[in-house]
């Protein structure tokens, strides 16, 4: 396992990938969350102008990452064919999203990374693990915080210099574990899980809802799912068996957490979890 001090943590996508803006959009709003805790949503949006690119949204000063989300180009675009290859903290505060253009030309598309900041995020240890993968064999791999730790949420990273790859699952497993499912669809690489971690006595109490959605072909599938009344979400994963990649991963709004994935196959299903605390009086 492989411990990453908010202090040390580095981006290791930024490495291979030239950031270049040619239009930048940076949003800070403040948003509630859990009792004691409020969370200012720092997004930034980039037009993508390489094959492989990454942007970073960065947290106000005295802030980091309690999660983060994304939006890519839509996969289902018949000149573009993006694939999201990470979506993990970094260091200075950040949270970052990449993509990969796996057909087709670059076009005027944008990326778009965010990250949900807290003061509390200030304590977050992110704990990651890694396998080397090559040929079209799929993995899960897990993160996994300390027994005094609580995961509130995670993320991955696929560093690949010859291929793509393609994310089935990506979710918290039990108090202190974040596991996903990837692998290569061509070429070789290395797969990074993060688990975003909190001392348990100071993290809020964490409650699971899900929503699963069918495909229906030929249509992008919209899992999206929502917290109950006096909620609110923290963070989101998602679970399939099929090749469904989802383009928008991100909160809206207070209780509702946005996923909308591109199906390549005529049937199957998606199922989100949206991990919700307590609503901010």
């Given at each position: 396992m492989i411990v990453i001090g908010r202090a040390r943590l580095r981006s290791f996508a930024v490495n291979f990938v030239a950031l270049a803006a040619v239009f930048t959009l940076f949003l800070i709003a403040a948003v509630p969350a859990s009792a004691g805790l409020r969370i200012s949503e720092a997004s930034r949006t980039e037009q993508?102008?390489?094959?492989?690119?990454?942007?970073?949204?960065?947290?106000?000063?005295?802030q980091a990452p309690l999660s983060g989300g994304y939006q890519i180009p839509n996969p289902l675009l018949e000149d573009n064919y993006y694939l999201p290859m990470g979506t993990f903290p970094t260091e200075n505060d950040g949270?970052?999203?990449?993509?990969?253009?796996?057909a087709g030309d670059i076009g005027e598309n944008l990326l778009t990374s965010v990250a949900y900041c807290s003061a509390l995020g200030k304590d977050v240890t992110t704990r990651s693990d890694s396998a080397d993968l090559s040929g079209s064999t799929f993995t899960d791999l897990t993160a996994v915080c300390k027994r005094s730790e609580v995961a509130i949420s995670g993320g991955w990273a696929?560093?690949?210099?010859?291929?793509?790859?393609?994310?089935?699952?990506?979710?918290?497993?039990?108090?202190?574990?974040?596991?996903?499912?990837?692998?290569?669809?061509?070429?070789?690489?290395?797969?990074?899980?993060?688990a975003n971690c909190l001392p348990e006595k100071e993290a809020p109490k964490i409650v699971t809802r899900k929503h699963t959605a069918e495909v229906v072909a030929g249509e992008a599938l919209d899992a999206s799912a929502s917290c109950k009344k006096g909620e609110e979400a923290i963070s989101?994963?998602?679970s399939s068996k099929d090749a469904i990649v989802p383009y928008e991963l991100r909160r809206d709004g207070k209780r509702r957490w946005t996923n909308i994935g591109a199906p390549?196959?005529?049937?199957?299903?998606?199922?989100?979890?949206?991990?919700?605390?307590?609503?901010h009086r």
């Open positions: 993508v102008d390489q094959p492989f690119d990454g942007v970073t949204a960065t947290c106000p000063r005295g949270w970052q999203a990449s993509a990969k253009l796996a696929l560093s690949t210099s010859n291929g793509y790859g393609l994310l089935l699952k990506s979710l918290r497993a039990g108090k202190r574990s974040w596991t996903i499912n990837g692998g290569m669809q061509v070429g070789s690489g290395t797969l990074l899980v993060f989101a994963g998602y390549f196959s005529e049937s199957g299903k998606e199922k989100t979890l949206i991990y919700c605390v307590k609503s």
